[in-house]
T-cell receptor, first 115, second 112 residues
Framework: DTGVSQNPRHKITKRGQNVTFRCDPI?????LYWYRQTLGQGPEFLTY????????KSRLLSDRFSAERPKGSFSTLEIQRTEQGDSAMYLC?????????????FGEGSRLTVL | AQTVTQSQPEMSVQEAETVTLSCTYD???????LFWYKQPPSRQMILVIR??????QNATENRFSVNFQKAAKSFSLKISDSQLGDTAMYFC?????????FGQGTRLTINP
């Protein structure tokens, strides 16, 4: 049983470039979340999907951010025209709503550095 | 709005000692779950322990136990017989409104 997988693990980019992160959740999980974590802080919610439907987006998710989960399996998070303030760890997590507990299973994260 | 507050940014104890991490929360939900997650350096976040709000009995998982005070909205984590491998960031989290809300974290260091 594989866990949540995120790629790439590290991305260094120049300001103004676009970046895309991919998340492969645990296969039987119908819900997928994206969080952002800055150094020494707790994760902050960005958005989540129930199957392929994006059900909620945080106010943190500016119009430069877009997330998709086209077939209800993997998800991508794209950041356009990156800014230095976008530097953070982007965490993906998944769960099965049938569990009823709200427990999330996290990937190792994708660390973004914007120069 | 749901909020989680961890008032101890850093803690440090000697190996084999007992340590308690504090967490307070606020929610208007009547049914919710509380969690403690562990995030070792450069590694993924993993669940340590879970508490259902409707259960009065405090959850325990081996060396880890919680003190859940629902009326006070307090949810502390006790680690007994601490080990070097317990060194990590610990996050308290509240499950509400279909997502987890996290506290700011406590950096715990276990010294040999």
């Amino acid at each position: 049983d594989t866990g949540v997988s995120q790629n790439p693990r590290h991305k260094i980019t120049k300001r103004g470039q676009n970046v895309t992160f991919r998340c492969d959740p645990i296969s039987e999980h119908n819900r997928l979340y994206w969080y952002r974590q800055t150094l020494g802080q707790g994760p902050e919610f960005l958005t989540y999907f129930q199957n392929e439907a994006q059900l909620e987006k945080s106010r943190l998710l500016s119009d430069r951010f877009s997330a998709e989960r086209p077939k209800g399996s993997f998800s991508t998070l794209e950041i356009q025209r990156t800014e230095q303030g976008d530097s953070a760890m982007y965490l993906c997590a998944s769960t099965n709503t049938g569990m009823g507990t709200g427990e999330l299973f996290f990937g190792e994260g994708s660390r973004l550095t914007v120069l | 709005a749901q909020t989680v507050t961890q008032s101890q940014p850093e803690m440090s104890v000697q190996e084999a000692e007992t340590v308690t991490l504090s967490c307070t929360y606020d929610t208007s939900e009547s049914n919710y779950y509380l969690f403690w997650y562990k995030q070792p350096p450069s590694r993924q976040m993993i669940l340590v322990i879970r508490q259902e709000a409707y259960k009065q009995q405090n959850a325990t998982e081996n060396r880890f136990s919680v003190n859940f005070q629902k009326a006070a909205k307090s949810f502390s984590l006790k680690i007994s017989d601490s080990q070097l491998g317990d060194t990590a960031m610990y996050f308290c989290a509240l499950s509400a409104a279909q997502k987890l809300v996290f506290g700011q974290g406590t950096r715990l260091t276990i010294n040999p």
